[in-house]
């Protein structure tokens, strides 16, 4: 069974400030992704990741796929209030997705 | 491009009613997702359909859950009879599996959110 794991499962910082969120398994994805949802919403697909090192920047938001295809990483810089909300990440492997339970962040003005 | 579209947004019923939620997914998607969201937790897949064949329900209760996908388009959940541990929120996704058996992404409506009282 394919687990994802998320870290920290709760994040409150200051407008301003930088952030990383993690995402970690044991096992190997064909790609993964990262939603943002906020309440009363369904996810909305951030980016997919799908070379292992593979590095997308979406403007103020900095993914990473880990070399083995593990892991990634979610960078924000100059965290927002707009980036209040639950960050989810999940893995695709061969016809199958594997959600983490996600980094709730607030960010405070 | 329309999204993926669900019905109702909001659902409270009492105990042991049956309940149903309707999935249009994005026009073209050949595989649909039925997701149970917990408060504060990830989606938990139910059940996936890759056109009109349900191809993993290994999660789905099926004491009390039933899904159909008719033609390989819409999808209806429905839950009978209901229990209070069902409150959630019923997610829809779609995306498009090609051939090699690969989706790098899926797209998801709204939600439902019931509340079994």
């Known amino acids: 069974t394919q687990l994802l794991e998320q870290s920290p499962q709760f994040l409150s910082i200051q407008e301003g400030e930088n952030l990383t969120v993690y995402c970690n398994s044991s096992?190997?994805?064909?790609?993964l992704q990262w939603y943002r949802q906020e309440p009363g919403e369904g996810p909305v697909l951030l980016v997919t990741?799908?070379?292992?090192?593979e590095v997308k920047k979406l403007k103020r938001l900095t993914f990473q796929f880990g070399d083995a295809r593990k892991d990634s990483s979610l960078h924000i810089t100059a965290a927002q209030p707009g980036d209040t909300g639950l960050y989810l990440c999940?893995?695709?492997?061969?016809?199958?997705?594997?959600f983490g339970p996600g980094t709730r962040l607030s960010v405070l003005p | 491009e329309a999204g993926v579209v669900q019905s109702p947004r909001y659902k409270i019923i009492e105990k042991k009613q049956p309940v149903a939620f309707w999935c249009n997914p994005i026009?073209?998607?050949?595989?649909l997702y039925w997701y149970r969201q917990n408060l504060g937790q990830g989606p938990e897949l139910l059940i996936r359909?890759?056109?009109?064949?349900?191809?993993?329900d290994s999660q789905l209760p099926k004491d009390r859950f039933s899904a159909e996908r008719l033609k390989g388009v819409d999808s209806t959940l429905k839950i009978q009879p209901a229990e209070l541990g069902d409150s959630a929120v019923y997610l829809c996704?779609?995306?498009?599996?090609?051939?090699?058996?690969?989706?790098?992404?899926?797209?998801f409506g709204p939600g439902t959110r019931l509340t079994v009282t």
């Open positions: 996704a779609s995306s498009l599996v090609g051939p090699s058996g690969y989706s790098y992404e899926q797209y």
């Open positions: 096992s190997v994805f064909s790609s």
């Open positions: 990741v799908v070379t292992g090192g």
């Open positions: 999940a893995g695709s492997g061969r016809q199958n997705f594997v």
């Open positions: 026009s073209g998607h050949n595989t």
């Open positions: 359909y890759e056109n009109e064949e349900a191809v993993d």
